[in-house]
């Protein structure tokens, strides 16, 4: 393959990899609008000065809520970070390939 040809494909690579960085990105957002939505009304999420008993309660809820709402979503963060480690490491073993004067030019 032509140096150009490399460089364009590196370009695709790195392309794909932004693109699966967003989709994990995009995954957290949605976690945090459900925990958000969650926790909207409970009363010490409200109350600017809660009680130490009532902010230790809300902090295990909010604690065991994350979790769960997290592990729902475990098996795509899971293969979203698989497919990212392998898209890394194609990166950099093709940038091994482009010698790195051509890739600045």
């Known amino acids: 393959m032509s140096v150009s040809g ?3 494909q590196l370009f695709r690579m790195e392309e794909a990899g932004r693109q699966t960085q967003r989709q994990l990105e995009m995954i957290d957002r949605q976690i945090m609008r459900r925990m958000r939505r ?5 009363p010490a999420y409200r109350t600017p000065t809660p009680n130490p ?3 230790r309660t809300f902090l295990e809820r909010y604690r065991s809520n994350l979790a769960a709402i997290t592990q729902e979503r ?5 293969a979203l970070s698989r497919k990212l480690a392998r ?3 194609a990166i950099a073993a ?3 390939r482009i ?3 051509l890739l600045r030019a």
């Open 99 to 101: 010698p790195q004067d």
């Open 87 to 89: 898209q890394d490491a």
């Open 6 to 8: 490399r460089r364009a």
């Open 38 to 42: 969650l926790f909207r009304n409970a």
């Open 94 to 96: 093709l940038r091994d």
């Open 74 to 78: 475990q098996h795509e963060i899971d």
């Open 53 to 55: 008993a009532d902010a």
